[in-house]
Nanobody
């Protein structure tokens, strides 16, 4: 059975760092080249796209550029978050779109992703 599991969320002080991990299980490694991304949801109604992959490399939301680093090893994905600010407080989600290989380009809206973890909470205190 397909499962998506995030981990690594915690409470951290302003300026601190966290490393989130997403593990997709129940899939063959043939899907390692398909789109995955990180989203987060604070008080907004929709999940906000944070980081993902494109054919030419990693891509980031403006709020994450210069502070967050996304990486991936097959069906395991990471998000290194540095210089965390209170505005980063949110539930962070891992998402996968198994219908979209990276070489065709990955989308950035939550509606484009079919498989989600349950989230890991990141709380940044002042």
């Amino acid at each position: 059975q397909l499962q998506v599991n995030e981990s690594g969320g915690d409470q951290v002080e302003t300026g601190g760092s966290l490393r989130l991990t997403c593990v997709v299980s129940g899939l063959e490694e043939l899907y390692a080249g398909f789109c995955m991304a990180w989203f987060r949801k604070g008080r907004a109604k929709k999940r906000e796209w944070i980081a993902g992959f494109q054919p030419n490399g990693e891509s980031y939301a403006d709020s994450a550029k210069g502070r967050f680093t996304i990486s991936r090893d097959k069906l395991t994905m990471f998000l290194q978050m540095d210089s965390l600010q209170p505005e980063d407080t949110a539930m962070y989600y891992c998402a996968a779109d198994l219908a979209s290989p990276i070489w065709r380009g990955c989308r950035e809206d939550e509606s484009d992703f079919d498989y989600w973890g349950h989230g890991t909470q990141v709380t940044v205190s002042s």
